[in-house]
């Protein structure tokens, strides 16, 4: 027969085969083979079927079977970041404009407690927004007393009403003035309280708005700044949740409360879990995904800004279509299933090697579709399977 190969290799050569061909394909499965059996001869013809004596089937203990419906708890494999909502987030800026002075020498990463001060911020405006508010101060209790005088001399008919209300209109100007200055030095820190011409200040502390992480840090003692100017960004991960993007094909399946696991790769291959919360609302038409975000068990990750993870989004459990998890072999990026009718022709059993679509495992099975027709009367191989895929790889690489 022209069109057929016939080679007649020992089962030693086969084996040495299997041991290259796992390492190729980082299979954790050793199988061995009888030394003591005849050798086996493999034939593949044009139709790429492989065919095999039932002493060559024994020989492999391969077994037979059709494909099970299995319940199998599937998954959507997804990728995204460790997230934190707007108010976990706080910029750092003065609350003036000056030069900053003797900052503490806080880096990126630092944590931070609420009200620590940062750094202090001088401007001799300080000194002088303390003065006017002081000399107002003195101003309005002069015209309150005064006040005071006058309306006594209107009680005992000696003064003039006038006189009453033009100095009412002054305490009440002072008075607003005085309030407004007040909030303007409160606001930067300085207590009015217990101000005095004895305890005017020259600088003012800038403080962390909220206790966190440094994650930016863009200040360095001299610096002139204005209150538009970011010095700092604080974020807290009290709230840290998973930021996923799931792809158009998936979103049908996702629902709230499904479980997450999720690692991240550049802190190590530890599996933490979570849980679906919130599917997003607006479609992504540009990377054609949806954003989906999810709560976290409190055995987490420590936070790192933006930091890449990779997460599986678990499905309900479902009953699909699957084989044994050994039945699937992969050859490069495609992965096939070996079907045989069982039928002897001149001694010899056919098999055929249709291409399959994997989906998810889950208890030794794995869920499949078909992407090769499967012929009617076909049953597959569901142990052995790793030797008939060593075998054809054999005949492929002798064919003439």
């Not at 099970?68 to 599937?74: A, D, F, L, R, T």
């Not at 009453?164 to 309030?179: C, F």
């Not at 700092?232 to 799931?246: F, P, R, S």
């Amino acid at each position: 027969m022209k069109n057929i190969n016939r080679f007649l290799i020992s089962i030693s050569s086969i084996f040495l085969l299997l041991l290259l061909h796992s390492c190729k394909e980082e299979k954790t499965g050793k199988q061995e083979l009888d030394t003591t059996k005849t050798p086996i001869e493999i034939e593949i013809n044009e139709n790429q079927s492989i065919h095999l004596t039932r002493e060559q089937m024994d020989a492999i203990k391969l077994t037979l079977g059709d494909f099970e419906q299995v319940k199998i708890n599937g998954y959507i494999k997804t990728s995204g970041t460790l997230g934190l909502p707007p108010n976990a987030y706080s910029s750092l800026s003065a609350k003036a404009s000056g030069f900053i002075k003797n900052s503490n020498k806080y880096v990126e990463g630092s944590f931070v407690k609420k009200g620590v001060t940062i750094a202090y911020l001088e401007n001799p405006e300080f000194i002088k927004q303390q003065q006017q508010y002081l000399e107002v101060t003195a101003e309005l209790t002069f015209l309150k007393k005064e006040l005071e005088r006058q309306q006594s001399l209107v009680n005992a008919d000696a003064g003039v009403i006038k006189n009453v209300e033009e100095l009412q209109s002054k305490v009440d100007m002072k008075t607003a003035t005085q309030k407004g200055m007040a909030q303007q030095l409160a606001y930067m820190g300085i207590k009015t309280a217990s101000l005095t011409p004895e305890h005017i200040v020259n600088r003012i502390a800038i403080t962390a708005p909220m206790t966190g992480y440094i994650t930016s840090i863009s200040m360095h003692d001299g610096m002139y700044v204005k209150p538009e100017i970011e010095l700092m960004e604080i974020v807290t991960d009290n709230h840290l949740h998973l930021e996923l993007d799931v792809f158009e094909k998936d979103i049908a399946q996702l629902e709230e409360g499904q479980k997450i696991t999720y690692t991240v790769p550049a802190l190590g291959s530890t599996v933490y879990k979570g849980e679906v919360h919130i599917i997003g609302r607006e479609f992504n038409s540009e990377n054609k995904t949806i954003r989906v975000h999810g709560h976290l068990e409190k055995f987490r990750p420590r936070f790192i800004k933006d930091l890449f993870i990779e997460a599986k989004i678990w499905l309900n459990d479902q009953t699909v279509e699957a084989v044994p998890e050994g039945a699937i072999m992969r050859d490069g990026g495609t992965s096939y299933v070996f079907v045989t009718n069982n039928k002897e022709e001149n001694g010899k059993v056919a098999f055929l090697k249709l291409a399959v679509m994997p989906n998810a495992t889950d208890k030794g099975y794995t869920a499949i579709r078909m992407i090769d027709a499967m012929p009617s009367g076909m049953q597959v191989v569901t142990e052995g399977a790793y030797y008939v895929f060593a075998q054809s790889q054999l005949g492929e690489g002798g064919e003439e």
